[in-house]
């Protein structure tokens, strides 16, 4: 049997960039085997891949307890092919010991100044890059840059090995097992068409303005249509301010329980949903307004669900190279949010 190697050892939003191409290259090779070594955070997603039939999940970042750990998978098979898609550092000197035919990559730069001179620093370096990898990329990684685009260089890479790609749309399975307690939950709770505003962690570095602000949207938008706040698993300073105004649910056990007294309306808060349960909150909504969140950029996508996106300013160049090519995307600065709330 042929087989082959990914290396995507890092977080859900960037395995879900990468979705569509595992896709791709499965639908290119379906007489082969296909290992993912993953994290803990995006196996998540991975395992409901059912063409994906090894899994190699990493919580370290030592390539040699790789190696050793998993010893048959990484040292004793000759892979067709050889993909390292994480940009990670244990990632590439861990491959440099699978034995392939063939071996892709990005290669990153960054520049770099010491003293008065600029360099260009590049990971991997160009001498193991030129001694392993067949096929590569370069990636820009100057934020000034703004045609630079993850999902276009993951695309080309395939490309060059004349690969077929039928589409670009992210990729994304929905874990039946959270099917029955979404439909419950809707037909009890919610019952109608419903907009979906996710608050994570990184609501930490906003302003109280940026809070008020956001309150400003949620009351504009609940004026049209019920509104479902859902939350990252990790707490935000604001949690607490929303919780005294809107009713509460929370996930516990396979259950969502209510969570506070405040009668029902029509907006209401859902937390610590596992990721499978919050893709279907997302896959049915009308409208998902997000900071940034990786799970709502790259599933909304797969179900056609417009995505407002509301960042700082001075992080569209960064975060614009993460947006999905296929994709209904509209994007506004905290900066200028008061003037566009009833835009969005």
Not at 146 to 167: M, P
Not at 197 to 207: P, T
Not at 265 to 291: E, G, Q, R
């Amino acid at each position: 049997m042929k087989e082959i190697l990914i290396f995507k050892n890092d977080m859900l939003g960037d395995f879900l960039q990468l979705s569509r191409c595992i896709k791709e290259i499965h639908n290119n090779f379906k007489d082969h085997k296909i290992t993912l070594v993953c994290s803990n955070y995006n196996y998540q997603i991975a395992k409901n891949f059912t063409f994906i039939e090894k899994f190699i999940v990493l919580n370290h970042k030592s390539f040699l307890k790789t190696l050793i750990s998993n010893f048959k998978l990484l040292l004793l098979i000759e892979y067709d092919h050889v993909f390292v898609f994480d940009g990670r550092n244990s990632s590439y000197r861990t491959s440099y010991f699978v034995r392939a035919k063939t071996k892709s990559c990005l290669c990153f730069s960054k520049k770099k100044k010491f003293l008065l001179f600029n360099f260009l620093i590049f990971r991997p370096s160009k001498i193991f890059l030129y001694l392993f990898f067949k096929n590569y990329i370069f990636c820009d990684e100057n934020y000034s840059n703004t045609n630079v685009r993850y999902q276009e260089l993951y695309f080309k890479l395939l490309k060059d090995l004349n690969l077929k790609i039928s589409s670009k749309k992210n990729y994304f399975v929905l874990n039946n097992d959270y099917h029955d307690l979404y439909s419950n939950f809707f037909n009890q709770n919610v019952k109608d068409k419903y907009i979906l505003f996710h608050f994570d962690e990184k609501w930490e570095n906003y302003s109280d303005a940026d809070f008020s602000n956001s309150l400003k949207i949620i009351q504009n938008q609940s004026q049209r249509r019920k509104v479902l706040l859902t939350t990252g698993i990790k707490p935000f300073r604001f949690l607490n301010a929303l919780e005294k105004i809107y009713a509460s649910f929370d996930y516990k056990n396979n259950k969502i329980i209510k969570y506070n007294s405040i009668d029902l309306n029509s907006v209401m808060i859902l937390k610590n949903l596992p990721l499978d349960l919050l893709a279907y909150f997302i896959a049915n909504s009308s409208k998902n307004i997000t900071s940034h969140s990786g799970p709502i950029i790259n599933i909304s996508p797969v179900f056609n669900v417009e995505i407002v996106d509301i960042i700082k300013k001075d992080k569209f160049n960064e975060l614009g190279r993460w947006i999905p090519i296929v994709s209904n995307y509209k994007r506004y600065s905290f900066e200028e949010i008061e003037s566009n709330i009833k835009n969005i």
